[in-house]
């Protein structure tokens, strides 16, 4: 038998890595109606856009010490557009309540299946 000492957390969550550009108008509408997150990502369903992305990898860096950024550094310096960042990233948590997964698939499910272009899990 193991004994947990502190916060501990069996979610699966999945983050996905998208480029802004890509979307529509509409879809960038849609992607809107997430949560957004503009400093530390949280832990619920929703989205950090481009121009949040870099200041949350700064956090992250001071959490994980630069050993854990899953490569988006190299994709947002691959994927500027005049300077500026162009990579935002979806997270769909599993801790969040049934209502919230029904309008993540019915708004935004089928543009992260059109769009993304990686994807990692974030706890």
Not at 73 to 97: C, M, P, T, W, Y
Request: aromatic share 10%; glycine share 10%.
């Amino acid at each position: 038998m193991k004994t947990r000492l502190g916060f501990v957390s069996n979610s699966s969550s999945s983050c996905f890595i998208l480029k802004w550009s890509d979307l529509t108008q509409k879809e960038k509408k849609q992607i809107k109606k997430l949560h957004e997150y503009s400093g530390s990502f949280g832990r619920g369903t929703g989205y950090i856009a481009p121009d949040c992305l870099e200041g949350w990898l700064k956090e992250l860096d001071e959490i994980y010490k630069g050993e854990n950024e899953f490569g988006l550094k190299q994709l947002i310096a691959e994927h500027r557009i005049d300077g500026e960042n162009d990579i935002f990233l979806v997270r769909k948590s599993d801790e969040d309540g049934m209502e919230i997964s029904k309008e993540y698939e019915k708004n935004v499910g089928d543009i992260v299946d059109k769009h993304q272009i990686g994807e990692f899990e974030y706890h």
